[in-house]
């Protein structure tokens, strides 16, 4: 069943509007998973509640054995099974009723998938930069130049992308960011785009590959990495 389907409920209209004054995206991710155990059992959302109430104990052993099931049958990871739970138990404490229970889930900070991960080689990022079209370039160069994490790229406002390259003082929402070299021996702080310029390295070799860029079009790496940026932005 489409998990928008159940906001037909008043209940879980309410329940998911007060979510979502919050974050949207918990409320759709909780929706989701609310749907998703209601479906493995064949019931609405109000069975849970009044199951709950009738019986703490079994209704409690049920949210296990489904937590248990995304885990044996899926292969869900940690932190989408903390995600279920979450879900779960939040629409249970919308009615007054806590889930007493301490189901473990494992490591959610835990990424088994990226473990075995590295960084790119100069050969390997050079063939990305070859073969990508203009966005993808623009948003490589962003990544391995100014360890701007993916998801924080969209994000940027014109006046950050400036000051990434001219390196002056810019007015973001709440506070003054000013440019910084990074620490000696020290990551860059990815939490904030706005705190690198472009022109800081992550490696020797993407440099010069960025550098090779610039050259070919007459510019400097700086001025290349901004029109990269600008098209990425007009994208």
Not at 43 to 58: R, S
Not at 160 to 170: G, S
């Amino acid at each position: 069943m489409n998990e928008r389907r159940l906001l037909d409920d008043p209940d879980v209209r309410r329940w998911y509007d007060n979510l979502s004054r919050g974050s949207l995206r918990t409320a759709d991710e909780y929706l989701r998973w609310l749907n998703d155990y209601c479906s493995s059992r064949g019931v609405d959302p109000n069975h849970l509640i009044d199951e709950f109430k009738q019986d703490k104990k079994t209704a409690q052993d049920r949210l296990e054995d489904y937590i248990r099931s995304l885990e044996k049958n899926r292969g869900l990871k940690p932190k989408s099974l903390n995600g279920a739970l979450c879900a779960v138990k939040n629409w249970f404490k919308w009615f007054e009723l806590e889930v007493t229970r301490q189901i473990k889930v494992g490591n959610v900070r835990s990424t088994p998938t990226i473990q075995e991960e590295h960084p790119p080689s100069p050969e390997e990022l050079n063939t990305i930069l070859d073969h990508g079209n203009q966005r993808t370039r623009a948003a490589i160069v962003l990544i391995a130049y100014a360890g701007i994490r993916p998801e924080a790229i969209s994000r940027l406002k014109w006046n950050e992308v400036i000051a990434l390259v001219t390196n002056e003082k810019v007015k973001t929402r709440d506070r003054r960011v000013k440019q910084s070299e990074p620490k000696t021996n020290s990551q860059p702080n990815q939490s904030d785009p706005t705190t690198h310029k472009i022109a800081l390295l992550v490696t020797e070799a993407t440099y010069r590959r960025l550098d090779f860029m610039a050259r070919k079009d007459g510019m400097t790496p700086q001025q290349m990495a901004a029109k990269l940026l600008e098209q990425y932005v007009a994208a």
